[in-house]
């Protein structure tokens, strides 16, 4: 399936060395302003859990989404970044030992591996923080009301109605395992607000109509659920492959998942479905689109 | 010492009623929004953390300055409420057994200990990611470029080189004493840094000139030293208070403090210096400062 978009995986690279590129930037020991002084140790444990050469696919669908409404590009890639810290905040937090308790990611140490648990903690929070930093700093150059909606939709996004509190259910799925509609509000809010937010940010920074932020809104939905039925797709085929069960039976362990309630099979044509939905959103732009149809598509057969 | 600002101290009490409410409402079961979920379990986290009657101190510096400078008052309000979830999610991480490992604040268990260490954890995230939330929302009726300037001084104030990066110098002094500056600069980020911006966002949400806002933050920087160097004073009272030594032993004790450095005679002789800055800073505004100068002088008075 990858060779089938050449010039996409090209530009999926080129778009994460940019934003690694920025990242290392804002993220460098001089700090941006004299008076503010940044602890050495704190700033390398934050170093280490956003530069750890990651695919930047939430960073892609802000960049092309902006780019498809004319949205400033330095704009998009500061908004990109911003997105990126609050994603990686995230992993740095759900590695500690009191969630997923993760030694590796990426075949790196995690950060409270590589620091201490609570350099973890301190690093998570400041790059959270940052990332409304780096929103509002006057370097990114957005009309206030812009910038505002995006501090707001980003917000809304990370916080307790969104990924943080999707990992709050999935930590509590551990014991009780949810139904089909918990399910989906769970992954919606974990792993789907932040790629909805993504694309809706490109919109945002276009400062495009209401109408075009909702489509690319809807967008971002259909991926995420795309990109979520994928992950447990990968699961699966991961655990069939090492573990030599058929994967029959594999659907069944796959409690607290959809796939694990409705199959494979119907995985397989949701993602299918959903791919070709989050399509047809985006015919009205023409091949100016293709780009973001490409990254749907690329979200729903990657093989990690 | 108390007796003296009868009302002061009832104005204290009525602004802290008036966040309370704010914040019992912002925090309350029903969502805002329909769309938006949020977790019951990680809410009462959050309401544990923050709903614990604290004085409202910032908060209160929110409410005067911006009063003194003619800022809004409801959106005023809305500011204070938003600072104050940065300040309680500070207080939920550093309670962690990571970090500070105490299992009681104001006589009630602390969040990990009530909840659980994950769900402390995620509900400081929530917290310090709501605060934004509050601040960008179109209840909060403020033009976009204040709110902006808000999020950028307020992430500043809470992020590496601010609160959090104070936070890991703090931890870092426990393994080798800081030197006076190292002491002063580790001070003025952990609880320096919200005091100023508390008085700094008053400026802001006014719409106050660059001298005003100036001077406001200032008036903050010096209220801040005097707050920190009275919990230093306090530190050593309540030991040689509960320990019976005496108070020359107990300020060779004081090791990472100034207190510790310089002696009580010197501490005193600082704070009241510091007041009496602070409150010249104001002295322009006339009888509207008396509040806010008021304010500096019982930070550095108080018994707890």
Redesign the interface.
Known sequence: MDSTYPSFEHRLKDNAGKIEALLNRLLADA?L?DE????A???SA?RHGVLNGGKRLRPFLVLESAALLGGDADAALRIAAALECVHC?SLV?DD?P??DDDNLRRGQPTVHIAY????A??A???L???A??I???PETQL???R???L??A???A????GM??G???D??AEKETPDESGIT?LQA?KTGALIRFACEAGAIIAGASDEDRKRLRLFGEKTGLAFQLADDLLDLTADAATMGKATGKDAARGKGTLVGLHGQEWAEATVSRLVTEAGDLLSGYGDKANILIETARFVANRRN
């Open positions: 700090s302003d503010i002084v940044r602890p140790r704190l700033l934050m905040y937090h500690l009191a969630m201490d648990y609570a350099t903690i301190l998570g929070d400041s959270l923080t940052y409304f930093d929103i509002a700093a009309p206030a009301d910038k505002m909606a501090v707001l980003l917000s809304r990370a916080g307790i109605g943080a509190g990992q709050a259910l930590l509590a509000t809010m």
